[in-house]
């Protein structure tokens, strides 16, 4: 016996657009219930499984948003999708920000249709039982939310912008949500826009026919033609120039594209995810960056913590990378106080820089093992980091300056030993000093660990 057809609900007032969407949906081989109202569609979820909804904005009896926010509040897989009036960006935004798997305009364009169906059921039938292995290291409480925002973002089409510092692992992010997702068999394509020269780009993006422009020798896919079926992720998005902002809206609202030299566009299916280092919305507020655009990339925000605000996962984050950079049979190692080095520096390069450090350190490193020394944490946090002492005011001079000068540095050492909850190894680290260095300004100043 055939398994059982995948099976698809349209909710629409319309009888004219429901019996064209139940036409163009039944000739894809599906199975098509309709619905003309709020109340008759809860009544068909009430009794069946659907593998997707389509539903107008606007019912005689209520929202089409009611059933997007229905199916999650009731924790349900299934993807709603909206119909939405052409031209209504705020309508297609507030239905993807509220939980839609995507949008459809009217009028319908049947081939955007087919494509948006389409993916809705790889999404219900071709997404693995078990998500794939996180490419983002660590255990702490903020990567554990991390990576469930991911699993949870996974299962729409919405637009996502990834904020983050250099560094800190945005892309990562990316390839992690399009490998959750039902596109994960499709590419991932990774666009650095501030690397692309501005003469260049609608040919990179949209891709040119042969003859097009002198040196155009044959036909080429742009990055939105190669990334069909998958994600395309726009790196540093707030570098690219007004001029191709107005075209790349254009683009995200038509979801057709132009090559250069053609006369028709074409339709693409790419699932949009941005990512930069700056403030975008500083940047809209500047004019340098579009706010149509801004508003459309921006739908939902995800944000990917600073290494300094996760040092918890330095000791997973280093196995890591210490195990891709060994060489088969040699273990690297590290040795004493290296770890609370690392843990005493800021990393204002995030985990890109870390790989660097260990990188260079596993250069310089004997028998496999790493000493503090091959560091070279030249910015590592050291006393000059640390809030300036108290001092006298300006006009006056202390009546004995040794005995201030103890003062002053009895108040930074005990400043650095709270830090480190009394581990006086990272306290020496932080001051920049040696541990025998410490234990005698200690011994001399009369500072001793707390009794437990």
Do not use: W
């Not at 891709?207 to 190669?226: C, I, M, P, W």
């Not at 000791?315 to 106080?337: D, E, F, N, W």
């Amino acid at each position: 016996m055939s398994a059982r057809s995948p099976r698809v609900l349209v909710v629409d007032d319309e009888a004219d657009l429901r019996e064209l969407l139940e036409l163009t949906l039944v000739k894809m081989g599906l199975d098509v219930d309709s619905a003309a109202s709020l109340a008759a569609a809860r009544a068909l979820l009430a009794a069946h499984d659907y593998q997707l909804v389509l539903t107008d904005m606007r019912l005689p009896d209520g929202l089409g948003l009611e059933l997007v926010r229905e199916a999650g509040a009731a924790g349900r897989h299934t993807p709603v999708a909206v119909l939405t009036a052409f031209g209504s960006a705020d309508n297609a935004v507030v239905a993807l920000k509220a939980g839609a798997f995507d949008y459809v305009c009217k009028p319908v364009a049947l081939d955007q249709l087919r494509l948006m169906v389409a993916s809705a059921l790889r999404l219900d039938h071709g997404a693995p039982a078990a998500p794939p292995a996180s490419r983002l290291h660590g255990d702490s409480a903020v990567m554990r939310a991390l990576r469930a925002q991911i699993a949870r973002l996974a299962r729409s089409m919405a637009p996502i912008a990834i904020h983050g510092e250099s560094g800190s692992g945005k892309e990562l992010a990316a390839r992690d949500i399009h490998a959750q997702s039902a596109r994960a068999a499709q590419p991932f394509i990774a666009v650095n826009c501030g690397a692309i020269p501005e003469a260049l780009m609608e040919a990179e993006f949209f891709g040119y026919r042969k003859g097009a422009f002198t040196g155009a020798v044959d036909e080429r896919d742009g990055f939105f033609q190669a990334a069909n079926g998958g994600t395309l992720m726009l790196d540093e998005v707030a570098d690219l120039p007004l001029a191709m902002q107005v075209k790349l809206l254009r683009a995200i609202q038509e979801r057709r594209v132009r090559k250069l030299g053609a006369t028709a566009e074409e339709p693409v299916d790419v699932r949009l995810i941005s990512a930069t280092h700056k403030n975008l919305a500083q940047c809209v507020e500047q004019g340098g960056f579009r706010q149509d655009l801004f508003y459309r990339l921006n739908v939902i925000e995800l944000s990917v913590p600073p290494l300094r605000a996760r040092l918890d996962d330095l000791p997973l984050l280093i196995a890591a990378i210490l195990g891709r950079l060994g060489a088969a049979g040699q273990p690297v190692t590290l040795g004493p106080g290296v770890l609370e080095a690392l843990s005493g520096y800021a990393f204002p390069g995030n985990v890109r820089e870390l790989e660097n450090i260990l990188e260079r350190a596993l250069a310089f490193a004997n028998g496999g093992v790493i000493q503090v020394d091959d560091l070279s944490l030249k910015g590592a946090r050291g006393a000059a980091s640390l809030p300036p002492p108290s001092s006298p005011a300006a006009d006056t001079l202390p009546s004995s300056l040794p005995d201030y000068l103890n003062q002053v540095e009895r108040e930074i050492i005990l400043r650095a030993l709270a830090r480190t909850r009394f581990n006086r190894t990272q306290a020496a680290q932080l001051l920049g000093i040696s541990f025998r260095q410490l234990r005698y300004q200690m011994q001399k100043l009369n500072i001793q660990e707390p009794e437990a």
